[in-house]
Nanobody, 124 residues
Framework: WAQLDESGGGSVQAGGSVTLSCVGTGFRFDDYGMAWFRQRPGKEREGVSCISLTGGSKYYQDSVKGRFTISRDNGKNTMTLQMNGLKPEDSAMYYC?????????????????WGQGIQVTVFP
C-alpha cells in the first residue's frame, strides 16, 4: 500500500534552517506530483510548496518564496523541502502529500496520499 514518510523536523531558532524529506513507497513515485502542506496551531492546513512529476515546475506559497526550496529525486523516491530563514510563524506540523492529478496548493482534495506529519518549531 502507498506510504509517505517524513523526516527531518525539529526545533530551531529564528533565522535557522531545517530540511524536510519525504520518502514515498508502494506507488509509482514519478507518476505523482508532490507537495508540502502545513498546519499551524489554530489554523487550517495550508499548501506550502508543490513540485511537478519531473521537478520542472515548482510552486510556492507567497510567504515562503525566496526562503524555501522544494526538490525531488525520482530515483530515490524522495522529495525534499529546504527551509532557510525560518520565522516563528513557520512553526507547524508539516505534511507530505502526493497527487496523481495536477499539483495545486489550493485544492487538497486532489491529493491521494498523505504522510503522518512532522513538527517544525521555530523559536524567536
Amino acid at each position: 500500500w502507498a506510504q509517505l514518510d517524513e523526516s527531518g523536523g525539529g526545533s530551531v531558532q529564528a533565522g535557522g534552517s531545517v530540511t524536510l524529506s519525504c520518502v514515498g513507497t508502494g506507488f509509482r513515485f514519478d507518476d505523482y506530483g508532490m507537495a508540502w502542506f502545513r498546519q499551524r496551531p489554530g489554523k487550517e492546513r495550508e499548501g506550502v510548496s508543490c513540485i511537478s512529476l519531473t521537478g520542472g515546475s515548482k510552486y510556492y506559497q507567497d510567504s515562503v518564496k525566496g526562503r524555501f526550496t522544494i526538490s525531488r529525486d525520482n530515483g530515490k523516491n524522495t522529495m525534499t523541502l529546504q527551509m532557510n530563514g525560518l520565522k516563528p510563524e513557520d512553526s507547524a506540523m508539516y505534511y507530505c502529500a502526493a497527487t496523481s492529478g495536477y499539483c495545486s496548493l489550493k485544492d487538497q482534495q486532489r491529493f491521494n496520499y498523505w504522510g503522518q506529519g512532522i513538527q517544525v518549531t521555530v523559536f524567536p
